[in-house]
T-cell receptor
Framework: GESVGLHLPTLSVQEGDNSIINCAYS??????FIWYKQESGKGPQFIID?????DKRQGQRVTVLLNKTVKHLSLQIAATQPGDSAVYFC?????????FGKGTKLTVNP | DSGVTQTPKHLITATGQRVTLRCSPR?????VYWYQQSLDQGLQFLIQ???????AKGNILERFSAQQFPDLHSELNLSSLELGDSALYFC????????????FGQGTRLTVV
């Protein structure tokens, strides 16, 4: 069945370091992927997306890499800041349906 | 502030009861999505409406239903509530039908006792 999972439930980094959050997906037919950030008490916030015909996309301090061969997605955050502390979800999409992973909690230590 | 408004923020009700959650999308957004977030299941897509019509259905129970009204606000109705329905319910909206950049509301925390 459709499933999206994350390799690590928690990730702790030092302020200023780069963070890499990983995600495995199972549906090779998914045509887009999205990373969301969810801070405590708030709804998920869109970070970046990538279409299945791409393997890399960059945003402001973030880069998403897609490896369709191994069905792997990653989110790289450069120069991680305390404000980046949150739970990060990857989601895979097919048409209008999104399947979310359970999330990785990122903690940034000062 | 995402521009998506959900009410109420918190709801406590007893098993067997029925509740209605309300969502006002961002101005101009035609698509509304409903999600359930629980500790053990993560974020689960429930249903999507576009301009008043149902467009996609996810893991939505038969006890749950939703609709989108002509003014584009949406309601999620949950009936015959069970303890396991306790969760955060999020609404999201986007301009078009399959817009990846959907904006989420703050959610309604439902507690069934």
């Amino acid at each position: 069945g459709e499933s999206v999972g994350l390799h690590l439930p928690t990730l702790s980094v030092q302020e200023g370091d780069n963070s890499i959050i990983n995600c495995a997906y199972s549906n090779s037919a998914s045509d887009y992927f999205i990373w969301y950030k969810q801070e405590s008490g708030k709804g998920p916030q869109f970070i970046i997306d990538i279409r299945s015909n791409m393997d890399k996309r960059q945003g402001q301090r973030v880069t998403v890499l897609l490896n369709k061969t191994v069905k792997h997605l990653s989110l790289q955050i450069a120069a991680t800041q305390p404000g980046d502390s949150a739970v990060y979800f990857c989601a895979e999409g097919l048409s209008e349906k999104l399947v979310f992973g359970k999330g990785t909690k990122l903690t940034v230590n000062p | 502030d995402s521009g998506v408004t959900q009410t109420p923020k918190h709801l406590i009700t007893a098993t067997g009861q029925r509740v209605t959650l309300r969502c006002s999308p961002r101005s101009g957004d035609l698509s509304v999505y409903w999600y359930q977030q629980s500790l053990d299941q993560g974020l689960q897509f429930l249903i999507q409406y576009y301009n008043g019509e149902e467009r996609a259905k996810g893991n939505i129970l038969e006890r749950f239903s939703a609709q989108q009204f002509p003014d584009l606000h949406s309601e999620l109705n949950l009936s015959s509530l069970e303890l396991g329905d306790s969760a955060l319910y999020f609404c999201a909206s986007s301009v078009v039908q399959a817009d990846t950049e959907a904006f989420f509301g703050q959610g309604t925390r439902l507690t069934v006792v």
